[in-house]
């Protein structure tokens, strides 16, 4: 797989598991909720500037604030045909707010923004995640983020993203930390576990990344 796949496909799993964990946590018990979409859009091809894309999630989130309610959101970024990134965002509101236009209020001052409410959000941002591995990603370009989660948020979400052949060894939900070598261990009963696969090399000119599967068995345990 190529590097930039491989960050496509992190951005896709990361995407997905910070909107159900929005979804199913951090909107639990909040009352009626709405999704609302946001496209931010440069006006020059290359304008874009690392910090933009938070600036425009502080202004989001101090308004919040300041109408009483955190605001839970995920975001990601696009890299559009012409070369110019652009950003596609999520945010979860109380039924009763409408969220201002970006660049109407001063949020977004680099070009265009529009807003309307979401029927399916997580659909939303993983159809605009497939799209970052048609170019050259800006130097230092984050694929996308999220907030507004609590600490139990974070967990879930962190479980979620943990690779499939964990939630097998684990079996359940528990909290798992990665250690060098390929090695995870599980921090309730001190197991550790090797990963089934090793790096191989990495090839600077095709951009390709190679892995095997270990000649260890999956099912080799380790003592902590």
Same mark, same amino acid.
């Given at each position: 797989?190529? @590097?930039?796949? %491989?960050?496509? *496909?992190?951005?896709?799993?990361?995407?997905?598991?910070?909107?159900?964990?929005?979804?199913?946590? *951090? %909107?639990?018990?909040?009352?009626?909720?709405?999704?609302? %979409?946001?496209?931010?859009?440069?006006?020059?091809?290359?304008?874009?500037?690392?910090?933009?894309?938070?600036? !425009?999630?502080?202004?989001?989130?101090?308004? /919040?604030?300041?109408?009483?309610?955190?605001?839970?959101?995920?975001?990601?970024?696009?890299?559009?045909?012409?070369? @110019?990134?652009? !950003?596609?965002?999520?945010?979860?509101?109380?039924?009763?707010?409408?969220?201002?236009?970006?660049?109407? *209020?001063?949020?977004?001052?680099?070009?265009?923004?529009?807003?309307?409410?979401?029927?399916?959000?997580?659909?939303?941002?993983?159809?605009? *995640?497939?799209?970052?591995?048609?170019?050259?990603?800006?130097? /230092?370009?984050?694929? !996308?983020? !999220?907030?507004?989660?609590? /600490? &139990? /948020?974070? &967990?879930?979400?962190?479980?979620?993203? %943990?690779?499939?052949?964990?939630?097998?060894?684990?079996?359940?939900?528990?909290?798992?930390?990665?250690?060098?070598?390929?090695?995870?261990? @599980?921090?309730?009963?001190?197991?550790?576990?090797?990963?089934?696969?090793?790096?191989?090399?990495?090839?600077?000119?095709?951009?390709?990344?190679?892995?095997?599967?270990?000649?260890?068995?999956?099912?080799?345990?380790?003592?902590?």
């Amino acid at each position: 797989m190529s @590097a930039v796949g %491989l960050r496509v *496909a992190g951005m896709r799993r990361g995407v997905k598991a910070a909107v159900r964990a929005i979804q199913e946590v *951090a %909107l639990s018990g909040s009352g009626r909720v709405v999704p609302w %979409l946001v496209t931010l859009t440069y006006a020059e091809v290359d304008g874009w500037g690392r910090k933009h894309v938070s600036e !425009y999630m502080n202004c989001v989130r101090k308004w /919040g604030a300041r109408n009483g309610f955190v605001v839970p959101y995920a975001w990601v970024a696009e890299l559009q045909k012409r070369g @110019a990134v652009h !950003y596609h965002v999520v945010v979860w509101l109380p039924v009763r707010m409408q969220l201002p236009k970006a660049d109407k *209020a001063g949020w977004w001052r680099y070009g265009m923004s529009q807003r309307v409410r979401a029927q399916k959000p997580v659909g939303y941002l993983l159809k605009y *995640a497939t799209k970052g591995d048609g170019g050259t990603f800006p130097r /230092g370009l984050r694929l !996308y983020g !999220y907030g507004g989660l609590t /600490g &139990a /948020g974070r &967990a879930v979400r962190y479980w979620l993203c %943990l690779p499939g052949w964990v939630h097998q060894r684990a079996r359940s939900f528990r909290r798992v930390t990665r250690l060098p070598g390929g090695l995870w261990v @599980a921090e309730d009963t001190g197991e550790v576990w090797r990963s089934p696969w090793e790096f191989v090399r990495f090839d600077a000119d095709s951009q390709m990344v190679e892995f095997r599967r270990r000649v260890i068995p999956v099912d080799s345990l380790l003592t902590a």
